[in-house]
Every structure is written in C-alpha cells, then in structure tokens.
C-alpha cells in the first residue's frame, strides 16, 4: 500500500461560500457568463454556481441554447457509441445504493470465466460494437486477485469475429496503487473511469457503510494515480442523488481544477450517471437528493459550458427521452444495447436480480443508432484517438473549435459507414445513407478531400480507416 495522500483539493467550506454567494446573482450577469461560454475557455467555480442557481425557465432556454452552440463547435455533429460490459457483480464493500453490495442477499452473484467474456464480447461484436467498458465489484477471483482484470482486458482485445475485435477497451474498477496502474496501462486500455459517487464527505462515509471504499481520500486520489503511471485519459463524475447536486457540481469543478493544477490537464471525460433503483436498495429507490429530469438537463448543459473539451458520458441509466435531449445540449459519448449484469448479452433477457441498477433504456444497438441519425448526429464507433496517442492533453489541445472536426467527424463517417455495411437492419442502413449524404453536403473542401477517399476505402472491402 501507498503512501496516503489527503485530498484537500476538496474545499467544502469554499464550496459552501460560493453557493451562498450564487443565490444574489441577477440575470444580467448570467447573461454575461453565456456570453464567455461561447468563447469556448470553460468557466470558473463561481460561474458555475450562478448558472446553477438560475431558475427562470426563459434564461434556462438560454443556457441550452449556449451549450447546443458550444457542443456543435467543438464537437460537431459526431455521438460517440459503446457497451458496458459487466465481468463480475461479487463485491466486498457495502455501497448503500448499489445491488452488488456484499450483504445484499437477493442478487445472484457471477464472475464470469475468460470463456464467458469472449461469448459476451462475440455477442457485441455481432452487434457492431467496437469500444467496451470493463465494469466489476471490488473483488477478484482468490487465486488471481488483479490479475483477474488484466486477463479480462486481453481476452476482450483477443476476441474478434470475421469482422474484428473491440478496438478500445476503457475499465471502470475501483481504485488502485501506482504499479497496479501501471499494469494496467500496458495492458493498452483506453480510459480508467471511477465515479466518487459523492464528494460530500459526511454523505460519502453515511453510504459506504464496510469495505475498502470507505476511504474517501483513496478514492478521490485514484485519477491521480492513474495518471502517475502513464494513463492519459481519465473519467471521473459524482453519482447524482446522494447529495445536492450543486455541491458535486462545484467539487467536481474544484477536482478538474487540481487535475490541470498537477498535470496540465483535467478529465478525458465526465459521466453524469443519476441513481436508479437496485434490487436490495431502499436508497437507490429514494435518493436522499433526487435530482429532477428538469434539474438534470441543466446540470449537462452547464457542464458542456464548463469544460467545452472534456467528454460527456451519458448511459442507459436514463429513459430514451432523457437521452435524446442530452445530445443536444452537451452530451458526446453514450452506450447502447447496455446489460448491467455479467453474462447479460447472451442472455435474451436481462436478469435484473444479478443486474446493478434497472436501465431506462433497453433498446438494442440498432434501434439507437437508427434514432441518432434520424436526429441528425452521426454514430461513431471511433477510437482513433488513443490509437494515436491523440490522448491527454494532446487529444484536449485538439479539441479546439475547427481541429476535431477534421478528425473526429471523418473518423465517425468511416466507422458509421462500416458499421452501415456490417450490421445495420435495412431500416437503420435507409436512415443512414440519408445522413451521411446531408453530412457529406454540410462539409468544407477541406473535410470533404478527407473524407470522401475514407469512405472510398470503407466502401471497397477496408476497415477500421482513420486518420
Ligand atoms: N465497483 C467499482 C466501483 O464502485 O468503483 C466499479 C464501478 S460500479 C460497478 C459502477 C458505478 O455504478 C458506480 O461507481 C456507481 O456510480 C454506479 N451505481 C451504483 N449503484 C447505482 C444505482 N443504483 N444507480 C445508478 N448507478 C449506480
Ligand atoms: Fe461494489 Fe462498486 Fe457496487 Fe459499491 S458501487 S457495492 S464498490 S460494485
């Protein structure tokens, strides 16, 4: 075990100031920190605050408007797609909220074999999936221990089908040590993603009652860790309903800030997941601080206000309609066709007594695809980036309104198109022609001598083409 690091980063007393201070915010001012949003350089803790506390549902309109503006200019019309996938739901903390909490007695508990992660991955694969979440309790296999995941890790990347593997693999496991990062590193993932859940340190000891994940300051530290051995691309995010959310909203702001203090570069993404219910969860099904689709809507738009480079991961927690609204307003990368239990995908329904939480959204791959065109977004299965060491602070100075646009919507061009041909339903290939010739019509000169040879090479048998 390492040497502990105090995270005081995390300054409660300023947070609480600053809220307080928010509430005297007039409208003109408001108008003013929309204004500096859209010259794209994020905002200040403050700044947050005050776009936090507005309530005049015409100013809200305003702050959409914003953040629809700086979503299109740094991100373009691209939506990033990938699945979770679930290896084991054994766990030895005690996360109030969670179903795989070690004493909860109604979940039938699964670590999947390396046999059983190649079947899930084969069933994604012949879905058209390319990126993948590793997602697990905190608890390994006896006689592997961390091993577990870095053989998980291997056999996913091993796995193909006739038309490939997975092309990135990002993990979501709880925290680790230096040398365990660093392992993990050169296993090839894409990000490490951990969520603090909550940064109110009394609500965080109130709902991790045993285990390892008691540690508030080990957990707030792992991105730093991570970052220490080498991993470029980090997601971090609070789980919204256990506390305020205006307070996890500036504590995230001050963790972004430290990021950039130390490394010269915050969060690759931030995800924005909202607390369901879970079987065995009085919490999950009353959040102590349940935040309104209302309320949530403006928490992504503030954020793509905030930190216009960092992605923004919305999941399957959300009903459809939720989701629809978030792409407009912010939101950059999203999964699909998700199952939250191990050995969900080959299952032909999931089992929502191992599952973590219940999804709001149980459409397949297709069906989601074929609505984000229809919507005038590309579908990307993309992961150029990593693969050329775009990551970082690299991939962030890329990030700037005009540089993306010549990779990242190409990029989501060519893959969409492969996976048009590949695995697309007849439907979903209509609504897709149509998008990629009003995508293709919208192009500079530029984007277009780009493009058009990619599309060229995918057309004529070539696959995963990227620049
Ligand atoms: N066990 C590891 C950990 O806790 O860091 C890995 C991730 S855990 C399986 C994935 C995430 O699911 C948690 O970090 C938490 O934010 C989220 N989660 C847990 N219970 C949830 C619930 N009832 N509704 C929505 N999200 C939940
Ligand atoms: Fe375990 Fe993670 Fe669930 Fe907590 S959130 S009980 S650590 S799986």
């Not at 040497?3 to 007039?26: N, Y």
């Not at 697990?136 to 091993?147: L, M, Q, T, V």
């Not at 069906?367 to 984000?372: A, G, I, L, N, P």
Request: proline share 4%.
């Amino acid at each position: 075990m390492q040497k502990e690091v105090k995270a005081q980063f995390i300054d409660s007393e300023q947070i609480d100031k600053t809220l307080v201070q928010s509430q005297a915010v007039d409208n003109a001012c408001v108008r003013d920190i929309l204004a500096k949003a859209k010259e794209l350089h994020g905002l200040e803790m403050a700044e947050v605050a005050a776009l936090s506390a507005v309530t005049d549902p015409g100013l809200i309109e305003e702050m959409f408007a914003a953040a629809r503006q700086v979503k299109q200019e740094i991100y373009g019309s691209r939506l990033v797609l990938f699945a979770p996938l679930y290896v084991s739901n054994r766990c030895t903390n005690e996360c109030t909220y969670c179903a795989f909490r070690a004493r909860n007695q109604e979940v039938t508990r699964r670590t999947l074999t390396q046999d059983e992660i190649a079947a899930e991955i084969r069933v994604l694969l012949e879905q058209g999936h390319k990126r993948v979440l590793l997602v697990a309790g905190e608890s390994y296999p006896d006689k592997e221990g961390f091993n577990y995941v870095l053989k998980s890790v291997d056999t996913i990347y091993k796995t193909t089908t006739g038309r490939g593997g997975i092309r990135r693999v990002n993990v979501n496991v709880a925290p680790l040590t230096v040398e365990q990062f660093r392992e993990l590193k050169a296993a090839d993932i894409g990000a490490y993603q951990i969520f603090q859940e909550t940064y109110h340190r009394e609500t965080y000891a109130r709902v991790h009652v045993a285990g390892m994940k008691r540690n508030y300051d080990w957990r707030v530290t792992a991105v730093e860790r991570a970052m220490e051995a080498g991993i470029r691309d980090v997601g971090i995010g609070p789980l919204f309903g256990l506390a305020d959310w205006r307070y996890e909203l500036l504590a995230l702001m001050q963790h972004i800030h430290h990021l950039e203090l130390r490394f010269g570069c915050g969060p690759h993404t931030i995800s924005v997941p909202r607390l369901e219910p879970a079987v065995g969860s009085e919490v999950a099904s009353h959040p102590p601080h349940a935040v309104s689709d209302a309320d949530f809507l403006k928490i992504i738009a503030i954020l793509r206000l905030a930190v216009p480079s960092t992605g923004l991961v919305m999941s399957t927690r959300e009903s459809a309609e939720i989701r629809r609204k978030s792409y407009q307003i912010g939101i950059s990368q999203t999964s699909a066709g998700s199952r939250t239990d191990p050995g969900g995908y080959e299952e032909v329904e999931g089992d929502f007594h191992s599952s973590q939480f219940q999804v709001g959204d149980n459409r397949p791959l297709d069906e989601v695809v074929r609505e984000v065109a229809a919507m005038g977004f590309i579908p990307s299965f993309c992961t150029a980036c990593y693969r050329s060491g775009r990551t970082g602070k690299d991939f962030m100075d890329l990030a700037k309104p005009g540089a993306i646009k010549y990779n990242c919507e190409p990029n989501a061009l060519s893959t969409f198109r492969e996976y048009l041909d590949d695995y697309a339903s007849p439907e979903t290939r209509a609504a897709g022609e149509q998008l990629i010739a009003e995508q293709l019509a919208k192009m500079d000169g530029r984007q277009q001598r780009i493009v058009t040879p990619m599309l060229a090479r995918v057309n004529g048998g070539q696959r995963d083409v990227f620049v």
